[in-house]
């Protein structure tokens, strides 16, 4: 990035990351809470970018990586007395990874769309045994569990507040993009974009393509789970309904809306989707994704790079 | 001695007859939504999503032609060619502009077309199961129980679609287009078939499949709005095992799968008999990725 | 009519690379033309764009004086144009009548007229009326080769396109080749015949054009071309 490209950019995230810590000093509980929403489906539409806008593989699997990083955060807060933030966050990582290691070994074996199917049929598998096995996941009602208190042992502990969420929620998802986008940057990031570009080609130039992809998925089942747990703690309760594929398919709708391959697109995604569907619903309440589904179809035919895409486009004239 | 005998008195050989009849019933609708799917991934690469919802407005088209006419007939005919119309009219709008784009746009285009359909189905006709009734009840004796005669009626046209399909397939004029444009697009085109005429026909075709077993699956369960999705899913796992683009494949895939789960419904509740489908994916995807009813290519 | 097919200063291009640069020729109703040129110059290219496979970004390609630049491939196959693709490309699990018949199976063709047709491809091709019954995929390379044109023949076209028939095949078929170019030609079916075998190009052409880097170098009847020219060593030789 050119020296003056590169101030442009830091001087609008830190514009966009102080408007995003003054907001909810700001806005009314319901909008404070829609914000801290986006933000949380946004780091799991970026999560999804890792792999199909980075490595060019669609994955539907993603609400599998989401739901266990939900239910292994809720594991952790009803397991555990007294809950512990850090633990539960721990327990989450640990059951994406677990999750997001499994699907990493048939992402080495399958291509595209066969790829794309089991990702989706994997989500399923993980919905039915969530939903059936009542005794461990509480079946269809999930789990209710209490929310940690905000601390760092030894020094501080305070339960947190809706402004302290938020503000904690800011500070990952800033983080993980941060991380994100350092690593689509590095030679990594570089070798999976080739592989999106040309696999065959890559592989003969000697990557060790599946070893890279392997990672892509470990690291998108990572962040996607994060994503899950954050959930959870917002909002006090796990439920099948998120391991559903739905989730999944909604993740992609962000990012293809968003823009896929930016990092910063499926978070505008995210927001554009939530947005449309809080303003539709109050004008056809329960039937919002009739339109939105209109107009999600009507801009993967016409715009297919996304709003980023667009608005790259429309800045540059 | 003794156990041995007692495991085979504890086989329940009655059960088992049931859902072999069963599994085949179940087996064939699936196969006619299944043919379908396959078909349209075969010709113009394109994974339909929106399958089930095809499925599903079917089976609606039948409860409204039911409702005005009284005919069950008429229901499953009307209901075939509207959705086959509507399908093609889908095509036309969403998937043509999309040609020769990443697989990809027609993986979320159909995508975004189920979820419109479903909320277009849930806003007209209400959360609320409909019912159809069957065109005749009436059971017949297997063995100690009784069995509708219904089933077997579903099991039978489904076969008969199917067939009458294949043999279009195989020996009509446009089947031969249809084959041609599958096996090589360009060629197709250069031998004067309307390549694009031709993926919208194949599509209405399979849309008009998969409405058709959505009538006659119809008087089984309630048709409700979000009837399809089980569907798609269970149809998507059988074009996969079967062999995408493989017609006969995807025939034996959808019986094979469904005796199983037939079965497995015999110990296990049908919430979860549906693993079983999944655990058959994934050894599929393991050891016989093109298809387990494929030959392994040479 | 003068000129059957017309190809005016068109330019194709394949994504990025920009593999015609402005190619103009001609083929008269009724006549060969033979199309000479290393590999990679774009013959096949030209076949393509005139097929309305690939359209230009630039020129026109006119067909008996209409334009018919951007019309889809299946257009043209209606309007008389037959092309005969470089790798034959016959529809391998199809059997060798289906292949046949996705040609003859068109409008306005009576079922008398298909069986005449029918009959005129057997008698040119003996060994495809044996095997009328067998896949294509399990014909030889020669008998693929045969297919390939008794289907474009079913089209009943004014011209035939003909990209590099002889490759690959024995001395008997590449003579077999030979007599069915002097068939159709006695038919009054024009012919671009697109070779590596200039020896062959030169006897069966009434014409010749000569392509380098996308563009045609030379243009004479074949009448003025010797196998040993100097102009053939230049654009052709090794």
Redesign the interface.
């Known amino acids: 990035m050119s020296k003056r490209s590169a101030t442009v950019y830091w001087t609008g995230f830190c514009i966009i990351l102080a408007l995003l810590i003054v907001a909810p000093l700001v806005l009314p509980e319901f909008w404070r809470r829609f914000l801290t929403e986006i933000l949380i489906w946004g780091l799991l539409a970026m999560s999804s970018d890792i792999l199909?806008g980075y490595t060019g593989m669609?994955s539907f699997g993603h609400s599998a990586f989401f739901g266990l990083g939900m239910y292994g955060a809720a594991a952790a807060l009803l397991m555990v007395r007294p809950p512990n933030l850090w633990l539960a966050m721990l327990y989450g990582l640990i059951g994406s990874a677990a999750i997001a290691l499994f699907v990493a070994y048939?992402s080495t074996?399958?291509r595209?769309?066969?790829f794309?199917?089991?990702t989706?049929?994997f989500s399923?598998?993980f919905y039915?045994?969530i939903?059936?096995w009542t005794e461990v996941t509480g079946g269809e009602n999930g789990l209710t569990f209490r929310r940690p208190p905000l601390e760092i042992p030894g020094l501080y502990s305070e339960p947190f507040t809706s402004e302290t969420l938020h503000w904690f929620v800011l500070a990952v998802v800033t983080a993980s993009y941060l991380i994100l986008r350092r690593i689509t940057q590095s030679p990594f990031g570089m070798v999976l974009q080739s592989i999106r570009e040309n696999e065959p080609r890559t592989r003969a130039i000697g990557y060790a393509v599946d070893r890279y992809k392997i990672v892509a998925v470990m690291l998108s089942g990572l962040f996607a789970g994060l994503a899950g747990v954050l959930y959870a703690l917002q909002n006090r309760f796990a439920a099948p309904d998120f391991v559903y594929?739905l989730v999944s398919?909604e993740t992609?709708?962000f990012n293809?809306m968003g823009g896929i391959g930016t990092l910063v697109g499926p978070i505008l995604g995210a927001g554009f989707f939530l947005l449309l569907r809080e303003a539709f619903s109050r004008f056809f309440t329960?039937?919002y994704?009739?339109p939105v589904?209109?107009i999600?179809?009507a801009m993967?035919?016409f715009m297919?790079q996304g709003l980023l895409g667009f608005m790259r486009r429309w800045l540059n004239q | 001695m003794t156990s041995v005998l007692g495991f085979f008195q504890a086989i329940p050989y009655e059960e088992l007859l049931i859902q072999t009849v069963n599994g085949i019933v179940t087996g064939m609708i699936l196969a006619l939504i299944a043919s379908g799917l396959t078909l349209i991934f075969g010709i113009m690469d394109v994974?339909n999503f929106a399958h089930g919802e095809l499925f599903m407005f079917g089976a609606y088209m039948g409860v409204v032609v039911l409702a005005a006419t009284g005919s069950f007939w008429l229901a499953l005919l009307l209901a075939t060619l509207i959705v086959a119309l509507i399908g093609a009219a889908l095509q036309i709008t969403?998937l043509r502009?999309?040609l020769g784009?990443d697989?990809?746009?027609t993986?979320?285009?159909t995508?975004?077309?189920s979820?419109?359909m479903?909320?277009?189905a849930?806003?007209q006709f209400g959360p609320v199961a409909r019912k159809i009734q069957e065109p005749f009840t009436g059971q017949f004796t297997l063995f100690h129980l009784q069995y509708p005669w219904y089933r077997v009626l579903i099991a039978a046209l489904s076969a008969a679609i199917i067939g009458a399909f294949y043999l279009f397939l195989k020996y009509g004029?446009y089947g031969?287009?249809i084959?041609?444009t599958t096996?090589?697009r360009?060629?197709?085109?250069?031998?004067?078939?309307?390549?694009?005429w031709v993926h919208t026909a194949v599509f209405a075709i399979g849309a008009g499949m998969a409405a058709a077993s959505g009538v006659l699956f119809g008087p089984l369960v309630g048709v409700n709005h979000a009837m399809g999705l089980d569907w798609v899913?269970k149809a998507?796992?059988v074009v996969?095992v079967g062999g995408?683009g493989n017609l006969g494949g995807s025939i034996a895939a959808s019986i094979f799968i469904s005796l199983l789960e037939a079965y497995a419904s015999i110990w296990v509740?049908p919430?979860?008999a549906?693993?079983v489908s999944?655990v058959v994916?994934i050894l599929t995807?393991?050891f016989r990725?093109t298809g387990l009813f494929v030959p392994t290519p040479k | 009519m003068e000129r059957l097919v017309a190809v005016e200063d068109v330019h194709t291009y394949y994504g990025k690379s920009h593999i015609l640069h402005g190619v103009s020729l001609h083929v008269g109703s009724g006549e060969v033309v033979g199309l000479l040129g290393r590999n990679g110059v774009g013959k096949s290219t030209t076949l393509k764009t005139i097929?309305g496979?690939i359209h230009p970004t630039r020129g026109k390609v006119l067909f008996a004086g209409k334009p018919v630049t951007n019309l889809?491939?299946?257009k043209l196959?209606?309007l008389g144009v037959g092309?005969v693709?470089e790798d034959r490309?016959?529809?391998?699990?199809?059997t060798v009548m289906?292949n046949l018949?996705?040609?003859l199976?068109?409008h306005g063709v009576t079922e008398a007229r298909k069986q005449e047709l029918l009959d005129k491809a057997f008698a040119y091709f003996p060994v495809l009326a044996e095997r009328r019954n067998q896949a294509g995929g399990t014909l030889s390379g020669g008998e693929q080769q045969m297919l390939a044109i008794a289907?474009a023949m079913m089209?009943e076209p004014k011209i035939i396109l003909l990209d590099e028939p002889t490759e690959g095949l024995m001395p008997r078929m590449v003579w077999q080749i030979r007599q069915i170019i002097d068939v159709l030609h006695r038919d009054g079916v024009a012919i671009l015949l697109v070779e590596q075998n200039v020896p062959l190009t030169l006897e069966a052409s009434q014409r010749i054009y000569i392509m380098e880097k996308g563009a045609v170098r030379h243009h004479s009847a074949a009448s003025a071309l010797k196998v040993d020219d100097p102009v053939i060593h230049q654009y052709l030789g090794v």
């Open positions: 199909i669609v048939f074996r399958l595209d769309i066969y794309a199917i089991t989706l049929i399923q598998i039915v045994i939903f059936t594929f398919g992609v709708i293809v329960e039937y994704l009739i589904g209109v999600f179809i993967v035919i297919p | 994974v969403t502009p999309l784009r697989p990809l746009t993986i979320l285009a995508f975004g077309i979820l419109v479903q909320n277009y849930l806003w004029t031969i287009w084959r041609a096996q090589d360009v060629m197709a085109e250069a031998m004067g078939i309307p390549v694009l899913l998507f796992i996969v995408m509740s919430a979860q549906v693993i999944f994916l995807l393991l990725p | 097929m496979l889809p491939a299946h196959a209606r092309y693709p490309r016959i529809f391998r699990l199809l289906e018949r996705t040609g199976d068109r289907r089209l």
